[in-house]
């Protein structure tokens, strides 16, 4: 069970955030200071850069979508990579809803707030190239397995290009005219990314039938 002490720190952290995106979204990421955030956030400079110690890590700190979880559930699979893959994406998407549920948001606040922060990124040049880090992680850990799974190296073709319409597909999910003009529901994010999915196990059978 969460204590007071540290129930007041993280709600602290999400009020920040919070303030930081909505800041972001209306003033730009570059022309938005730490100084409104606090201000906007209702606490103190200080308090922003001892939860954030740049600007940056307001977008990319608590992301639950991490090499690390992803390469747990990879090694413990039993089946193809690529369902692995939706399963895992599938039972995370699910306990941050149990999450805000838990902690009194509204239903599909997170995807909300998420949708910001993937438009945020992809506007700025030096976003995209943080963020490319990290998605490069997650391409060599699935065509690892997908690699794994054909009995081929994880650089030959048809892993790597697997890997990278995965993460790829998901990367601009976001972006596209159907997450856009949808509400931004778990089980409609889901169904988008069945269809990534699906996209990169055709594209996957073409490489081994030729």
């Known amino acids: 069970m969460e204590g007071r002490r540290d129930r007041k720190k993280r709600q ?4 920040v955030q919070t303030a ?3 800041l972001f979204t209306s003033h730009g990421y570059r022309k938005t200071t730490i100084a409104a955030i606090a201000e906007h956030a209702d606490v103190a400079t200080r308090t922003v850069t001892l939860h954030f ?6 977008l990319f700190a608590d992301d639950p979508f991490t090499p690390e979880a992803l390469a747990a559930r990879l090694d413990t699979r ?3 990579a690529l369902d692995a893959f939706g399963e895992w994406m599938r039972d995370t998407m699910h306990a941050l809803d149990e999450r805000d549920a838990q902690r009194g948001r509204r239903p599909g606040e997170t995807w909300s707030l998420r949708t910001k922060r993937a438009r945020l990124i992809a506007e700025d040049e030096d976003l995209r190239g943080r963020a490319r ?9 699935i065509a690892a397995a997908i690699g794994k799974d054909l009995g081929l190296p994880s650089d030959a073709l ?3 290009l697997t890997a990278y319409t995965v993460v790829g597909g998901l990367r601009e999910l976001y972006m596209t005219h159907e997450a856009h003009h949808r509400s ?3 089980e409609e994010l889901l169904a988008l990314v069945d269809r990534v999915l699906d996209f990169a196990r055709a594209g996957l059978a073409t490489l081994r039938t030729r």
């Open 184 to 186: 931004t529901s778990t």
């Open 158 to 160: 048809a892993p790597r």
């Open 53 to 58: 110690p740049t600007k940056e890590e307001l």
């Open 78 to 80: 039993s089946g193809a």
């Open 133 to 141: 880090a990290s998605y490069y992680e997650l391409e060599q850990l």
């Open 12 to 15: 602290t952290r999400e009020r």
């Open 20 to 22: 930081a995106l909505e």
